[in-house]
Nanobody
Framework: QVQLVESGGGLVQAGGSLRLSCAASGNTFTFTYNTMGWYRQAPGKQRELVARITSGRSTSYSDSVKGRFTISRDNAQSTVYLQMNSLKPEDTAVYYC?????????WGKGTLVTVSS
């Protein structure tokens, strides 16, 4: 079992910044060796991948956030971060942390980000 707990969401004006955190835990879960991802789901839309970071710290981003968002990880704290800059109203969504472990997808409960225009 893996538990993922997101935090850091909130209301911000367009052009502002937020930093999301996701703390991972689990009896046998080895955070260091796992790829971690951030997804988001806007009202009425499908969940989409925002960013991903591998165990080797290789990163990938959706085109919509490239150059504005940065994903990073702290293996000592078993935490993955998403630094979001130059936020736009279209970034408004619930943001979810994700990992794939022993054949199963694990998700946090999400944190709401609202960007006002």
């Amino acid at each position: 079992q893996v538990q993922l707990v997101e935090s850091g969401g909130g209301l911000v004006q367009a052009g502002g910044s937020l930093r999301l955190s996701c703390a991972a835990s689990g009896n046998t879960f080895t955070f260091t060796y796992n790829t971690m991802g951030w997804y988001r789901q806007a009202p009425g839309k499908q969940r989409e991948l925002v960013a991903r970071i591998t165990s080797g710290r290789s990163t990938s981003y959706s085109d919509s956030v490239k150059g504005r968002f940065t994903i990073s990880r702290d293996n000592a704290q078993s935490t993955v971060y998403l630094q979001m800059n130059s936020l736009k109203p279209e970034d408004t969504a619930v943001y979810y942390c994700n990992t794939y472990w022993r054949g199963m997808d694990y998700w946090g409960k999400g944190t709401l980000v609202t960007v006002s225009s």
